[in-house]
């Protein structure tokens, strides 16, 4: 996908869809995917309506008048509405169905994809440890667009950040969990906690300093920890691609059992 196409496709999501940003995923959501649950999936909300008297107005008269009272008419208008999205997504990505998305030199990770999820887990065993980066497709799209200025460049060049949960466990003791926000500039760790194995979902526990607090000689450690384990910036076209990849799937097979369940 080009990035023009991606920015235009974002853009206009970001139009349909609620003025406020998807807001990062709670540590007990994050954890979810390492216990085996599900996450917290991110809705697609409609924006809120007009609040003046005459907006108000309007909407009465509408509720009364025959068109808006018909449940077939409605239907019929979301079913066709949703038919030309899908359209739009599938023809925009058609192009690149056969695609091969290379895999970076050295990949040492699994990739464990699952239909559904809106997350993939990258996994791999490292001199005694598991390591598991849990990389999800809710980018913070309108963020990265409020700083657009629009023009042409700017969309040529647009690529939305990835966020990453990274999880280092040893065959006992406690777990390292560190939130990252991976963009074409770099891997950021935006924070670390240490948990504890018998009681991830612990409230009230003490979760160390915000990243940026910490002496610099340290988060520099931090990095080339991540970096050793697989964890680093060569990494991000791939999973821009990739993510990108998935998103779009997903989202046609939501729309898909959307207009399934509304011609039922």
Same mark, same amino acid.
């Given at each position: 996908?080009?990035?023009?196409?991606?920015?235009?496709?974002?853009?206009?999501r970001?139009a349909?869809?609620?003025?406020s940003?998807?807001?990062?995923?709670s540590a007990?959501?994050?954890?979810?995917?390492?216990?085996?649950?599900?996450?917290?999936?991110?809705p697609?909300?409609?924006?809120?309506?007009?609040?003046?008297?005459?907006?108000?107005?309007?909407?009465?008269?509408?509720?009364?008048?025959?068109?808006?009272?018909?449940?077939?008419?409605?239907?019929?208008?979301?079913?066709?509405?949703?038919e030309s999205?899908?359209?739009?997504?599938?023809?925009?990505e058609?192009?690149l169905?056969?695609?091969?998305?290379?895999?970076?030199?050295?990949?040492p990770?699994?990739?464990?994809?699952?239909?559904?999820?809106?997350?993939?887990?990258?996994?791999r065993?490292?001199?005694g440890?598991t390591?598991k980066?849990?990389?999800y497709?809710n980018?913070?799209?309108?963020?990265?667009?409020?700083?657009?200025?629009?023009?042409?460049?700017?969309?040529e060049?647009?690529?939305?950040?990835?966020q990453?949960?990274?999880?280092?466990?040893?065959?006992?003791?406690p777990?390292?969990?560190?939130?990252?926000n991976f963009?074409?500039?770099?891997?950021?760790?935006?924070?670390?906690?240490?948990?504890?194995?018998?009681?991830?979902?612990?409230?009230? %526990?003490?979760?160390?300093p915000?990243?940026?607090?910490?002496d610099e000689?340290l988060?520099?450690?931090?990095?080339?920890?991540l970096?050793a384990?697989?964890?680093?910036?060569?990494?991000?076209?791939?999973?821009?691609?990739y993510?990108m990849?998935?998103?779009?799937?997903?989202?046609? %097979?939501?729309?898909?059992?959307?207009?399934?369940?509304?011609?039922?």
């Amino acid at each position: 996908m080009s990035s023009a196409i991606l920015a235009a496709r974002l853009l206009r999501r970001a139009a349909t869809a609620s003025a406020s940003s998807s807001s990062p995923l709670s540590a007990l959501a994050r954890r979810a995917l390492h216990l085996g649950r599900a996450p917290v999936p991110l809705p697609r909300r409609l924006p809120a309506a007009a609040s003046s008297p005459a907006a108000a107005a309007r909407r009465f008269l509408a509720s009364q008048s025959p068109a808006s009272s018909s449940k077939d008419s409605a239907d019929e208008n979301l079913r066709r509405v949703i038919e030309s999205e899908i359209e739009c997504v599938v023809q925009s990505e058609e192009s690149l169905a056969d695609k091969h998305i290379e895999l970076p030199d050295d990949f040492p990770f699994e990739v464990i994809d699952n239909p559904g999820d809106q997350s993939i887990t990258l996994k791999r065993e490292f001199a005694g440890e598991t390591i598991k980066a849990a990389v999800y497709t809710n980018f913070d799209t309108e963020e990265d667009l409020n700083e657009d200025d629009g023009s042409d460049n700017d969309k040529e060049s647009f690529k939305p950040a990835i966020q990453m949960v990274v999880t280092v466990e040893k065959t006992e003791g406690p777990i390292l969990e560190f939130d990252c926000n991976f963009n074409d500039d770099e891997l950021a760790i935006e924070s670390l906690r240490v948990l504890n194995r018998d009681n991830l979902d612990a409230e009230n %526990v003490y979760e160390g300093p915000p990243f940026s607090d910490l002496d610099e000689s340290l988060q520099k450690a931090l990095h080339r920890y991540l970096e050793a384990r697989g964890i680093k910036h060569s990494l991000h076209d791939w999973l821009y691609e990739y993510m990108m990849r998935k998103d779009e799937k997903e989202y046609v %097979v939501w729309l898909k059992n959307m207009k399934e369940f509304i011609g039922n």
